[in-house]
């Protein structure tokens, strides 16, 4: 499968994004998917995790309130809302695909396909 993520851009702390990543291929809904971000000088880190069709999701501490992730398994594409941005949020956001899952992950190595990320800057 392939992965493109997009949505990303500069924000206004407080403002809200919608984040998209669309997958390729035509059993995305065999695929756990999650969303990962990387800041600059850190390690990437685990943000949110979607199961392949019931929707159990999974997200890290600091996004519980603020991000939810979905997906529409019809259009192959999995979604990151992202509302009460906060400049620590800034980072490249990806997106990533495990095959035949039923299961949620939480860390990268869970995963076997990663996207080409997308920009978020939140602007104090």
């Known amino acids: 499968v392939q992965l493109q993520a997009s949505g990303g851009g500069l924000v206004q702390a407080g403002g809200s994004l919608r984040l998209s990543c669309a997958a390729s291929g035509r059993t995305f809904s065999s695929y756990a998917m999650g969303w990962f971000r990387q800041a600059p000088g850190k390690e990437r880190e685990f943000v949110a995790g979607i199961s392949r069709r019931d929707g159990e999701t999974a997200y890290t501490d600091s996004v519980k309130d603020r991000f939810t992730i979905s997906r529409d398994n019809a259009k192959n594409t999995v979604y990151l809302q992202i509302h009460s941005l906060k400049p620590e949020d800034t980072a490249v956001y990806s997106c990533?695909?495990?095959?035949?899952?039923?299961?949620?992950?939480?860390?990268?190595?869970?995963?076997?396909?990663w996207g080409q990320g997308t920009q978020v800057t939140v602007r104090d």
């Open positions: 990533a695909a495990r095959y035949t899952s039923s299961e949620v992950f939480t860390y990268r190595s869970g995963y076997d396909y």
